[in-house]
């Protein structure tokens, strides 16, 4: 069975690499294919796996899957969800990052679904010894929804100004350009998996700044997952996903608001930060738990028989 992650390459998508593992380590062959590949590809594809998004192509004969990793961003979030809701085209199966994301779209015609959160790459390491480069880095997305300016300019305030942030992104050229005169803010990427390990390595603590406005509020933060399984000291906003998260796998993290008022070096260096329990969050383990293993078991039959 041939499984094509179809997507659009405008997003951070980790869960991309883990399904190839995933599938692969257990027969499946898998290709990853953008929009405009797929819809000129010759080759054989059982399974039309769609990183949502839009999607109003006319169904083929294989199998669909839609995978929703978030709600729609603002502005006008909730008229986006709905368009999708009433106007992507009927899949076979639907995957959500979790409940929240679920509840954002209102299905409501039957089809079988699945929640399929983020996970970690338990096979990933670092040297806790190696020396620290940065005092500070952020990993992720830059995007003006995002609100990673009110950060940058917490850095060019005299009290932090000659502490180093290291901002591992891409598309941040504009940015970059904006901050190009301030020496301690340094922009690098996009980065292999392992680079961003090494450059984690290379940080004395990891910020996870979130808004606190939705839908990024309630969805799973990847580099939260990220700064953790490698023991990088995590200063954070506080929003409900976070205290999620510490009511049901613990840890100890610095917060602050918005404006990052508190954040102190001294404070920091005196903090007793802790990670939380990420045993259960290895991607195995989350698509497992999906059911869309014995979702894509119960079509095999449909996808033989079109052979």
């Known amino acids: 069975m041939t499984i094509a992650f179809i997507h659009d390459h405008l997003s951070f998508l980790p869960e991309i690499e883990a399904y190839q593992v995933f599938f692969s380590s257990r027969g499946f062959s898998t290709m990853v294919l953008d929009f405009k590949e797929w819809k000129n590809s010759s080759a054989k594809i059982d399974v039309e796996w769609m990183m949502m998004g839009t999607d109003i192509s006319k169904r083929t004969s294989a199998v669909r899957i839609h995978d929703y990793a978030s709600s729609s961003a603002p502005p006008f979030m909730k008229l986006k969800n709905s368009f999708k809701s009433r106007f992507n085209t009927k899949p076979d199966f639907r995957l959500f990052l979790n409940g929240y994301v679920r509840d954002c779209f209102h299905f409501n015609d039957g089809i079988p679904w699945g929640i399929r959160d983020m996970g970690i790459d338990s096979g990933l390491y670092i040297d806790g010894q190696t020396e620290k480069k940065f005092d500070f880095i ?11 300016t009110d950060l940058l300019n917490r850095f060019i305030q005299k009290d932090l100004s000659s502490r180093t942030l290291l901002i591992l992104s891409r598309d941040y050229e504009h940015i970059a350009n904006e901050y190009r005169h301030y020496s301690n803010i340094v922009f690098r990427g996009p980065v292999s998996k392992p ?44 929003y409900p996903w976070l205290r999620e998260f510490e009511n049901k796998y613990g840890g100890i993290f610095f917060k602050i ?34 059911g869309v293993l014995e979702f894509l078991a119960s079509q095999k039959s449909k996808v033989k028989s079109q052979k």
């Open 138 to 148: 952020y990993t992720g997305s830059v995007k003006a929804d995002r609100k990673v």
């Open 195 to 238: 680079e961003v390990a090494r450059y984690l390595s290379e940080s004395r603590f990891a910020i996870n700044y979130i808004p606190n406005r939705e839908p990024y509020n309630k969805q799973t933060s990847t580099k939260f997952l990220e700064y953790q399984q490698f023991n990088i000291p995590v200063i954070t906003t506080d």
């Open 257 to 290: 608001d918005a404006t990052m008022k508190k954040l102190n070096w001294e404070d920091l260096l005196s903090f007793p930060f802790r990670s939380g329990d990420l045993s259960s969050w290895s991607w195995d383990k989350r698509i497992e738990e999906s």
